[in-house]
Structures are given as C-alpha cells and as structure tokens.
C-alpha cells in the first residue's frame, strides 16, 4: 500500500491503443493496493495540430492565447485516459491543472509551479479514486490558463509527488532507463539500476536527455524518489535518488553533446580584468559558456578558450571582435567541428586516477584532446565531432566494458 | 455606443479563413463604438474528431468524462478567434465558461445555467477589451467543466445578454434571417424583418430550426433583443423581440414538419376518463402528443385521432393496443405517411378569417385535410405527406404571395 505518481509524457497516449496500454498499467499499479496519480502529456499529434491551427491565424499570437489554446491538449488527453480506465472497470476522474490545484506564476509559456493546493486531489483519492491530472498546465493570479514550459509535465509529476509526499514519482519513456551511454550506439551499455540526482542533472546537461532538468532538481530538492521506466516494457527502470550505492559503479554514464563550438581569443592583453571584461559581454546577452581554458601569459598576451551552444556561436564570435577591439587584442577565431564527450558518476569523487583512465582511453583510440574541465563528478573534454563516437565507445569499453 | 453580444456556432469558425472572417464581424462592430462579447462553438470537425477519439477507446463513457472531454473543443476556437482578432490589432481576451462566470446544474450533458458571475466580464470589458467566450460549457458545483446540451451557444449567448443587459443579442447563422418559408422551396419567401418570441418559437418547433427554443425562451423570459443574421452576408437580419408592427404581415411563417404519424383509436366506450387513460399512458413513457381530434360519440363508441413523432409511433401503438384491450375499445392503426403544415403570426390573433383563408388556398390545390389545430398564432393541418410541399406553396402564395 502506497501511494504512487506516474506520468506518460505525448508519444506514450498518442493513440487510443497507446492510451489503453497506459490505462492497463495505471491500473495494474492500483490493483496491487496502491493510490495512484497519473499526470498526462498532450497526444503528440495534438499539440502538433493546434500549433499548425494557431500559425495559420496568427504567427505572433500572444502567449496568453497560446497557452489557452495548448492547454486543450491536456484535457484532451486525461478525459481520453479516465475513459479507457473506466472501459477497464475501475473508479477515475480526470481533473485540469487548476483542479488539480496547480498554482503558478503569471508568465504565459514558462510558468513555474507556486504551490498545489491538494484538497480535491486528497479528496479524490480518498475516495480510492485514480486521479488523471493534466501536466504542463496551471492557474495564475488573474484565474488563466498557464504553460510551464519544455518538459513541464514531468515537472507536474514530481510536484504532485511532493505535494502529496508520494512514495515514489514514476516518469515513464520510451526507453527503459538512464544507460552508462546511449544504447543505440553503444551496443553494451549498462542500465542503471540507481542515479544520484547530481549524476542525473550531469548526464541532462549533456545531452543525454531522459528527465528534464527541473523536474530532476525539484525531485532532488523536495528529496522526491524518481524512476525512470519505459510504458513499453514491463521492467524496472532506473531509480533517481539522494544516495546510492557508490561501490556498484564508479561513473554512472559516458555522454557526448556535439551541439558546441570553440571559441579562441588570441593575443589578450595578459591584465587583471580582461576575462571578466569578455564573459560579462556574454552574460548580459544571455550566452552560456561552458568549458574556459586560458593560456598561461608569454610575452604580455594571453590566450583565452571557451565553449558555447553552437546556435550561439556567431553572435558569440561578433562580441568578441568588438571586445578584441576595444582591448587591443589580436583575433577571435571559431571552431564548430568539436564534440565535448564526458563521463559522470558520484564514484569519482572518492576515487583517484579516473581522469587518468579517460585519458588513457581516448590515447588507445587515438584522438586528440583539445580541452579539458572537471568538476566533482564529471570529467569533460572537447574533442573534434567525428573522433566523437568512437571516443564514448572507447570511454565506455574503459570503465563498463 | 452600446453592448453587442454576437454569437457564432461551429460552421462560422470550421477554418483558419472563417475565423478571420468572424474576427473582422467583430472587430467592425467593435470599431463603431461598441462593447463586443463574442460567443462560439467549438469548430465543426473538432466535434467530431473529439466524439470519434472517444469512441474508439470507450463508446460508454462517463457524461462526467464526455464534457470533459468536449470542452476543449470551445477552448481551441476561443483561443483561434482571439489570436485572429489580435492580428487585425484589437485589444482582445478569451474566457472559457468558467472564467465567464457560467454556474450551471450539476447534470453533465445536458446542463442548465443557475447564473452568471460577471465580475470577470465586466472587468475585461471595462478595459474596452473585446471577449471571446466560449459557448455550451460552464461549471457545476463541483468545478467541474459541464456542457448545456443541444443549442447550447445559442443560450450562453442569450444568457450573457441578459447578465450585461447588453443592448442586442445577435445569433449569427448560415442563412440571412427567419423567412415566411423555407426559401430553398419557396422562390418568394420574404425575409422577416421582426417577429416576435412566441412566433419564433411556434416556427422552431414546427422544423424552421434557426434559433434553438431555449434561447429563445430565456430571451423572452429576460427581454433580450435578438438579431438572427448571417456570418457571410453583411445585411440586417430578423429582429425578434415582443411585440413587433401587427399590421405589418398577417402570418410570420409557414412551416411543414414531415417527422409526424397520425394514431387512431376506434371504438373506444364514450365513457368519462377514456382519453385520460389512453393519454396518461404516452406521458407515462415520455411520448408527447400534438394535435388531438375527438369524433363525436355515436352508438356509444367513439374515435381518437392524435398525432406523435414519427420515432415514437412504434411505441406508441404498442401501448394504445394494451389499452384498447383494456377498456373495449375496437382497433388502433398508424399512419406515417402524413404532414404537418402550419401558419404561424401573431397577427392572426387580431384578424379574422385567417384560418378560413387558409382552406381556401388548400382547396384551390386540391389538398385534403385530415386533422386541424388552432392555437392563438399558429394553425396546424395535417395532410398527407406528398402534398406537404404544395400546401406549403399555396398557403404561401395566398398570405405573402
């Protein structure tokens, strides 16, 4: 007996045989004794529908409409999914975001959870109801219709989960776990039986996108135990917690990211306050930068190497030039064809010679490193994009086997 | 300067290009100094790509679900038309019933409206906001979304003039007014320019389907002034209120309903309470009875005639044959292949000889009446089914020309 959250993102409900499929498992679930709460995503196909309905009408349409319109989606889905429990014979109700209790901010499209006032979610439950909440969506201040946003309904999950101090948060996908790397390419990759939520929002930062990074980081925060499942196979998936067996694995997952570029500021006056001077021009236009290098000085000039988002690249490299002018440097240059493959496991940090083992790995499959970053429990290098694949194989083959 | 509530059902906003069409109705009105509240329906194939959705997973689902489900259908073409209203760069709002102030019945399906809330409203409309509400749809006691059953946009329009005492309620459609015959069949039917409530509803319930019955009571009952006009051809419509110019036309409409059967009960004792046990025996069952003809008793006996759907005529001779045993009586038969063609005016009240001209003009077409009734602006005849359309165009003929 427990209380369990699980959530089915578009493709898992994109048809009435899909949606039947996650009725049987919702209900599989209640049989066995449990309350549960199952947060939806818009059918696929749906949310696709009323984007193209709104760009044939108006391309600038403000988001306040916007979010009215796509929140339809949801109810779509959760009144479709209480239909086929019900065909299944068990008591359901389908209930909005607002009905749900989800209150947000005001911000149409990127709306952040306030709070959920859980009076009719409780009520329903304990009238041994399923409950079938729309995610993504809430009510603000002014009782609209709000977004929250890329990967809000895993958000809605992990916030219901802790609202209701659920014995574990389910976000059920279409592969059946976290992997020590990306199993299509990585023919022995490992299923994770256990994350931390550190390694979790290591590996989303780098591509390996399973959770959203703000459900992740709720979940850590609110100390929400996840798992990470597939809605096609019946196996357990992937736990997300605070604490795992550190012994069991020393890195938890090789990840690769080739949506990055380089860039190279040559021939910087070597004076105090010229990286702060280059990085703020970056910050005040939004740009991340990830990975910093800077040369030790020689002959009064230093260099000073970073990454960047490749879609930021250019608007990156024409700071720069302005930057290089009004400093008196020599050059700004860009590198578009570099791939950053990282490792990243809480075992690092209470073992050595990990970095050397990397390093080791990409020398025995000979490819050049061109940057290096740590951090506790990840190890990052910039490599170029076609060594990219075989550097992850190498890595893995290193540490997994 | 006024408040113009306009309504628009699923046909006006079926595609991208009637939403701009609807959106440049509103915004003209808007334009000539107006309040505007902008009701409609959910766009025609949304409807029914929801129903089908349904279907396919469960054909027995909940109401509760049903109107869930059904809902978010006006909240895409609120949405829409908004956006569409935006583009052309007027200050605009959608509200979903709820955010409307719709309280309704509990009754999902089929839900009737307690009250509306306007606080809402006014405050958008005080911000010289046009308002986009969504129609058929409000919220119970429960909070949750119900839906008015058939006609509904028609009366949550209605509903919300009466709130705002607005100036007009305006029902767009696809025809461009109440006509004196369907003018498909009748080359010389006139476009009314007024009737009034009782006449429309005469006209309503005898096939002329323009304005659903509902509203039109709920505009009688709180005075409401309606227009019907169309979405596609800019011209005044029919205004429909009180008390309209009597001397104007004699006879507001001739109407022909095709879905009646003629029932007759022979032989019958002519003893006190026989018609109240045969008629008790339909209302026990919910058959509604129109016209009734009694024969005069002879030889003790006498004969019923009376008039039902022509769906309920099956049931309803089953259940005169039980009676027919039960009390003596000799026979029942059915006839189905009979017409109803009725005038309606509420001139004909002040002016004699209406009815007689009338017969005339089904005399002079060889027309032979089998049943008639009166009430204080309408006459009906029931005739057989293949004269239907004649009788429509002598009457017609003879009374507008």
């Keep these: 007996m427990g209380l369990i959250v699980q959530k089915f993102g578009g493709t898992s409900v994109a048809d009435a045989e899909r949606v039947m499929n996650v009725a049987r498992i919702v209900t599989d679930t209640y049989k066995q004794g449990n309350n549960v709460v199952v947060v939806v995503s818009a059918q696929g ?13 108006n391309p600038n349409a403000s988001k306040r409409e ?30 909005l975001g607002w009905q749900a209790g989800f209150v947000t901010s005001s911000v149409y499209g990127s709306a952040r959870i306030r709070r959920i006032e859980t009076e009719r ?67 022995n990759a490992v299923k994770l039986e256990e994350i931390t939520y550190d390694e979790m929002l290591e590996l989303a930062t780098l591509g390996a996108q399973v959770l959203n990074n703000r459900s992740v980081e ?11 499942l597939s809605s096609l196979v019946r196996k357990p998936g992937t736990i997300v917690k605070e604490n795992v067996n550190m012994e069991k694995m020393l890195i938890s997952g090789v990840a690769k990211d080739t949506q990055v570029a380089r ?20 910050a005040a236009k939004n740009i991340n930068v990830d990975i910093i290098l800077q040369s030790i000085g020689r002959d009064g000039t230093k260099d000073i190497s970073f990454t960047v988002a490749k879609d930021s690249g250019d608007e990156a490299v ?13 050059d700004v240059a860009i590198d578009k064809d570099v791939a950053k493959v990282s490792i990243v496991g809480a075992g690092m940090e209470t073992h050595a010679g990990v970095a050397a083992k ?44």
Tied chains: 1, 2.
């Design 66 to 95: 916007m979010d009215m319109l796509m929140t339809a989606g949801e109810q779509i889905s959760i009144s479709l999914l209480a239909m086929a429990i019900q065909k299944l014979g068990f008591p359901v109700i389908s209930l």
């Design 218 to 228: 709720m979940a850590k925060k609110y100390n929400v135990e996840l798992e990470v």
């Design 45 to 57: 196909d749906t949310t696709d529908d009323l984007i193209e309905k709104a760009k044939e009408i």
């Design 318 to 330: 024409a700071l720069m030039k302005d930057f290089i002018k009004s400093c008196g440097g020599k």
């Design 263 to 282: 860039i190279s500021l040559v021939g910087l006056p070597d004076e105090p306050g010229i990286a702060f001077q280059a990085f703020s021009r970056l």
């Design 358 to 401: 990397m390093f080791e790995a990409l020398y025995g499959a000979h490819i050049n490193i061109r940057m290096i970053a740590t951090s506790e429990i990840k190890i990052s290098v910039l490599i170029n994009a076609e060594d990219a694949d075989a550097a992850v194989a190498a890595i893995h083959d290193k540490f997994i086997g």
């Design 121 to 187: 979610l409780q009520n329903e439950l304990d009238q041994n109801k399923i409950v079938v909440v729309a995610g993504f969506q809430g009510l603000n201040k002014y009782d609209d219709m709000t977004t929250l946003g890329r990967g809000g309904s895993d958000t809605s999950a992990v916030a219901i989960a802790s609202a209701l101090h659920a014995d574990k948060c389910q976000i059920f996908t279409d592969v059946e776990g976290v992997y020590t790397a990306d199993p299509r390419k990585i023919p």
